[in-house]
């Protein structure tokens, strides 16, 4: 278990809250974006980036003159968050209609990794979430290109992730509204593969 | 469209940027969850949460306890951002591999919404966002559950939308590279409804 921080002490529904890491794990790898959030004069800057996972570390990527990439190597203080939305909860009053969900939400600093070794390593896991098998077939990453490729590396220290599952929960007086309740599911869908040249120019 | 400020500034890939409203009100109008930060004695603090939009406003609501809604109506500087990931772009290099997406990064001030009848006009919206046409078949709220939710709006003024579509855009020594390229399309599917009183409880 993660060690329960005054930061990550859920004051809200504690009950929906966990800091099991393979829970944290398995919405980190499942999730394909996320944000990280950091403090910029003040102020807070969140950008919606792609992350993924090896052993006890999230790892993000930018290129060399991203700002975010920059305030991740320079030590900023960050917080991750990545959502996956499971269903619609219709309930029969509109007070309790809700979402399925889990969430995770890391604190912590990044460390840069320029290794090219462990950078090419991590590229390699990289792919492997998009596709699994797919690395071996790509042409690999020159020197030049990992060169240009900032690596950071967040430990899975400081965090928690928080679960709501199940149908709607009305209060028993609402119990003969008449109206359908239950859950809508949602998920996530990988369709058919459009090859390349078959469609317009990318942006 | 939206001014361009410092902070909404496009340094990277700036033909990906867009301050389109309508863009920007899509985008939000489609994501289901969204995450909004603040600044937590110097540390940024970022929490996932549903939103929604009414004109030219995303509100967002919560218990009168949460954190997030006091930081929120007490003015706290916030950056919202919502993504929705359409595509894994796989490419013939490693290297530019990448993903399609559509996203939006907001910044500002909320203000709370009080008046009864603008905090259940909001919910009404909240719900129709969910499933159109079903807030007038369920039991409406009444006016002890309206205060105990606090509703906050963020002004849709100062940010951006940020959309990459389309193929990979591989190095043209790298077209002939013996491998399959181009996009797999990733969808937000909603499935077969289940009904309450079929499933196991709520957590």
Known sequence: MLASTERTTFRQRPQ?????????????????????????????????????????????????????GKAMAAGAELCVTATLVDGLVLARSAFHHSMNYRSVVLFGQAEEITDPAEKEAAFVALIEKLIPGRYSQVRPPTQKELAATRLLALAIAEGSAKVRSGPPVDDEEDMSWPVWAGV?????????????GTGSGAS
């Open 184 to 196: 809508v599911p949602v998920t996530v869908v990988k369709g058919e593969p459009i090859a390349d």
């Open 16 to 68: 929906r809250g966990s800091y099991d890491p393979r829970l944290i794990a398995a919405i980190l790898d499942e999730a394909l974006s996320c944000t990280v959030s950091f403090v910029d004069e003040g102020r807070p800057v969140s950008i919606p980036t792609t992350h993924w996972r090896m052993g006890d570390r999230v790892l993000f990527h930018g290129g060399q003159g991203s700002r975010l």
